[in-house]
């Protein structure tokens, strides 16, 4: 409960009091349009998140792993084109997380008005909850890079008492007028539609939908807790949202001919509908849960831009464990871009009511996104095809429903988590690209070409010894194929004479923690072909495995000890290693289209400002040597050739016969 359902279970904190701001205030709804509107909510719940979500796309599992990715590694040899909806509903998924936490916190610390003492002190004045909520994101934030393994432990004690304190609190207002049952009838849903009453049309569904946007984050989450308890604990959650929500739709009915609550800006009947007595236990709590929720989306934003950069969608960024907590990361870059991100967003939108206005549409891409990657997992895994289309069509056909009452809000601030869509899907789009055109033009050779010349080079005294151990790291090796560049390190170059030669690739698995790796020594005891096969959650160590790889081989026979002189560990027997790592530059000795060189100057550029080799290969205490070489993609073009000629004096400058 602590870690899935945080985003969704704060939903009730700003749904209803969206809905009845964008019909024009209390004073301008009816017990139809509440019905109407509630019967929405709860079918929304029902289809989205309980069919769609619980029922089937908790199936579609990677391993026990969930979300846009993990589903997409399950698809993608299906269709190359599959990566595009994969990467735009990441992307937007990656967006949308950026207002989450802003709605939620800001909602919650409105709250406050609630409570007699602080109404009297600031009145209305947003000011102070935009401080509030500020101070308390800023903090969030900054305890990231510590773990949340010890107040983790805390989360699910906490969201069980708030679930169950949203039910209560609903069923107490419930109990008053059981008549609202009613909108257990989807009728109401479909009237309210077509309704006069309803002012806002088809587009109330855009504040309807904020009830389901922790659906697919529930989806991501599955790796953290399991398909069986998700399913197991949703009744319980289902219950206790459809109770406050109903209790909410209960005490509308009842006050909304009240002239004091017309007057009340910014009304909230999510606080407004609570005993007096239980006001500030209930923005306590609604804050306790509105952390939660964004340390849970602020988690799963590390999550998915970590799997994004072992599925090669994003350029690779520094990476920490804070904890020995499976799956507790924390990446420094994506921490601050969606701190500020946050931060502007309270500053520019300040109240709730305006980041209401702008939530939830990027939620709607990634969940069209998911649906069509389940359709091709439902026809991957032997479905009918015409029950996995039924499910295309009915889920597809309703969140195209939503995308578009949704869109409305682009233009009151829904551009802000677009425009972070796009740009973060422009870098996913350069980086793959950039990928296929390299994989494309590849120069690779056969180790097995150069063997004798490698060990006639090892044993070669009249070179100084480069280093007991030279390690190459290239994503290029392929069996016996290694880049041409790094065998031309090697030889021409500059002579490097070792005692082995080590050619090391690591390999991303589809699942998320293996830990395997492959040796092929080709009948030498000089050159060692090893490859790492790294799940895509595994942090990629490099020098410490090698380590083990080292010792294993020796133990074996397989690789000859090399005992160390001067050392200070009595009786080593594993020489020195040095890492070679080649950095590859653009050269205009290519014949690509305009387009594709800029893909690749672009690609090259993000990559010497985010990627640190060194520091994701676990190298930083190592002994790194960086060699620059050019990157010639596409056709060579043809030079033009000088022409020798004949004269009998140089020509000068003039400024030269000056001098």
Not at 297 to 315: F, M, N, W
Not at 318 to 333: A, E, F, N
Request: glycine letters at 8%; one cysteine or more; hydrophobic letters at 45%.
């Amino acid at each position: 409960m602590g870690v899935v359902y945080g985003d969704i279970g704060t939903s009730p904190l700003y749904v209803m009091k969206a809905i009845i701001e964008g019909n024009g205030g209390l004073d301008q709804i009816s017990e139809e349009f509440i019905l109407g509107a509630v019967s929405l909510i709860f079918w929304t719940l029902t289809l989205l998140t309980t069919v769609k979500y619980v029922m089937i796309a908790l199936s579609a599992d990677n391993h026990g792993e969930g979300g846009i990715f993990s589903l997409y590694t399950l698809v993608k040899k299906t269709s190359k084109f599959l990566v595009f909806p994969a990467m735009i509903g990441g992307a937007a998924l990656l967006a949308d997380g950026v207002l989450t936490p802003a709605v939620t916190v800001t909602t919650a610390i409105e709250g406050l008005r609630g409570i007699p003492a602080f109404y009297q002190r600031f009145g209305s004045n947003q000011e102070v909850i935009v401080i509030i909520t500020m101070i308390i994101i800023f903090s969030l934030f900054m305890i990231q890079r510590f773990g949340t393994q010890k107040v983790g432990t805390a989360f699910g004690p906490i969201m069980f008492a708030w679930f169950t304190f949203l039910g209560a609190v609903g069923l107490f207002n419930f109990v008053q007028d059981i008549t609202v049952l009613r909108a257990l009838n989807p009728i109401y849903a479909l009237k309210i539609l077509l309704s006069d009453e309803n002012k806002m049309g088809v587009f109330i569904l855009g504040s309807v939908f904020l009830a389901t946007t922790g659906a697919e984050a529930l989806y991501s989450d599955l790796g953290h807790a399991g398909r069986k308890n998700i399913r197991f604990s949703w009744p319980y959650i289902k219950i206790c949202l459809t109770l406050n929500y109903f209790g909410q739709a209960a005490w509308i009915i009842r006050v909304k001919g009240d002239s004091f609550y017309q007057e009340i800006e910014m009304l909230n009947p999510f606080f407004r509908m609570m005993p007096k007595s239980l006001t500030v236990v209930g923005v306590v709590f609604a804050t306790a849960a509105a952390v939660i929720a964004s340390q849970s989306l602020i988690s799963g934003s590390y999550t998915l831009v970590s799997e994004a950069i072992k599925l090669r969608l994003l350029p690779r960024l520094r990476i920490v464990y804070p904890t020995d907590q499976k799956g507790q990361l924390y990446i420094p870059v994506v921490n601050t871009l969606l701190l500020i991100g946050c931060l502007s967003i309270v500053v520019t939108f300040r109240t709730s009511a305006h980041m209401e206005a702008a939530y939830g549409l990027a939620i709607t891409i990634t969940m069209l996104m998911t649906t069509v990657l389940l359709l091709f997992y439902l026809l991957q895994n032997k479905a009918p095809k015409i029950v996995a289309f039924g499910i295309f069509v009915f889920f597809a056909s309703i969140e195209t429903i939503f995308f578009i009452s949704s869109a409305t809000k682009f233009m009151h601030g829904g551009y802000v988590a677009i425009l972070m869509a796009v740009i973060i899907l422009l870098i996913m789009l350069i980086w793959h690209r950039g990928s296929i055109i390299q994989e494309k033009s590849s120069d690779r050779v056969s180790l097995c070409d150069y063997v004798e010349q490698l060990g006639a080079l090892s044993q070669d005294h009249n070179i100084p010894q480069y280093q007991t151990n030279i390690v190459f790291l290239t994503s290029k090796i392929k069996g016996h194929q290694v880049g041409r560049d790094i065998v031309y390190s090697i030889l021409d170059k500059r002579p490097k004479r070792a005692k082995v030669y080590w050619f090391v690739n690591v390999f991303v698995t589809d699942q998320p923690y293996t830990k395997d790796y492959y040796v092929d020594m080709m009948g030498t005891d000089y050159i060692v072909n090893v490859q790492l096969r790294l799940g895509f959650r595994v942090n990629q160590e490099v020098n410490v495995y090698l380590r083990q790889i080292v010792h294993d081989l020796m133990e074996s026979g397989q690789l000859p000890k090399q005992p160390q002189q001067y050392t200070i560990t009595p009786g080593r027997e594993v020489g020195d290693f040095a890492f070679v790592l080649i950095k590859e530059e653009l050269t205009r000795v290519t014949s690509l289209s305009t387009l594709d060189t800029l893909v690749m100057q672009i690609k090259l550029g993000i990559k010497k400002i985010a990627f640190d080799p060194a520091r994701w290969f676990g190298l930083e205490y190592s002994d790194v040597i960086f060699e620059h070489v050019p990157l010639i993609v596409g056709k060579e073009k043809r030079l033009s050739k000088l022409t020798k000629i004949q004269v009998d004096n140089f020509e000068e400058d003039d400024d030269d016969e000056d001098e």
